[in-house]
């Protein structure tokens, strides 16, 4: 007993391509028909950057506080710590962030550019 394919017609899919990259880069692919191809990409990274602004502003002033005397060989006797007068000020600022996710586009008939790590599948039909 043989089996069956339903349904019964034939596939008008030509050929498919697949591939991965793992960075930004152009991908030869074996030529296709671009008026009659598709293709799908699927992000296997992101990139991004995020930046945080703000200031900080004010001062301290030591006063008091001394050194200690050298008391021969190697020891050092004596002496504080100062103390700190003033204020400081941090501002909150802002916040940026941004991300991307990474694909793949058809750019003629044998090359793909991609955006970054990611998988593709150019689908070409009859």
Known sequence: MGTSVYPATSSIIKSIQRGSASSNTTVTISAVNIQKCFIYSFSNGSSGSAQITGSFSGTFTPSGG???AYGGSTQWGGGSFPNYSGSQTLSAGSTTISSAANGA???NSTTITTSGACYFQVVEYL
């Open 66 to 68: 001394s050194i200690g």
């Open 105 to 107: 586009q058809l750019t």
